[in-house]
């Protein structure tokens, strides 16, 4: 049963345009949120998480957003650029045990120039 | 410089032949994890250690297997009983006071 869930599997942006990807979860035990990037033929690498006490978590261009909720995060990117074309991944974690991430299955963005 | 590497990047096997994948880590971090990726999915779990001489089945163990003998060290055996072996394979590793995971390049398991 997928506990972490990626609707879209890709999504296409203007570059200089907001990009939005959206995670939506199931066990209301996660506290801890990441988001990964993934070129093809690499591996993901990590972009920005939150923490269930927080409901926004800004980096630059990326900020993250949580409601506890609706179970559901969003990944906003502004301004989108082409190098950000890439499958994104949510995951999520229980921090208590810390051991296991569940990661979604993932969302191509790809930035139009 | 401190990363993940993961060898081969591309490997190939006949069916029925075990095959294992390589993984190291200079980061000093306890926890290893290997997944497991196929086209349209997420990252499945197949094993993770916290600590040497110790590891877990994760979601997709089946026709697996793990050692941790060094902390640097977390090789994966694909064995001949693993009935779709052909995928992306990813190795990670986390420290016990971080939150995120580290990940290799990954191996591209060819299985005829």
């Known amino acids: 049963d997928q506990q972490v869930k990626q609707n879209s599997p890709s999504l296409s942006v203007q570059e200089g345009r907001i990009s939005i990807l959206n995670c939506d979860y199931t066990?209301?035990?996660?506290?801890?949120f990441l988001w990964y990037k993934k070129y093809p033929a690499e591996g993901p690498t990590f972009l920005i998480s939150?923490?269930?006490?927080?409901d926004k978590n800004e980096d630059g261009r990326f900020t993250v957003f949580l409601n506890k909720s609706a179970k559901h995060l969003s990944l906003h990117i502004v301004p989108s650029q082409p190098g950000d074309s890439a499958v994104y991944f949510c995951?999520?974690?229980?921090?208590?045990?810390?051991?296991?991430?569940?990661f979604g299955t993932g969302t191509s963005l790809t930035v139009i120039p | 410089d401190g990363g993940i590497t993961q060898s081969p990047k591309y490997l190939f096997r006949k069916e029925g032949q075990n095959v294992t994948l390589s993984c190291e880590q200079n980061l000093n971090h306890d926890a290893m994890y290997w997944y497991r990726q196929d086209p349209g999915q997420g990252l499945r779990l197949i094993y993770y250690s916290q600590i040497v001489n110790d590891f877990q089945k994760g979601d997709i163990a089946e026709g697996y297997s793990v050692s941790r003998e060094k902390k640097e060290s977390f090789p994966l055996t694909v064995t001949s009983a693993q009935k779709n072996p052909t995928a992306f394979y990813l190795c990670a590793s986390r420290g016990l006071a971080g939150y995120e995971q580290y990940f290799g390049p990954g191996t591209r398991l060819t299985v005829t």
């Open positions: 939150i923490s269930s006490i927080k």
């Open positions: 066990n209301s035990m996660f506290d801890y």
């Open positions: 995951a999520a974690n229980v921090l208590l045990t810390g051991n296991q991430f569940y």
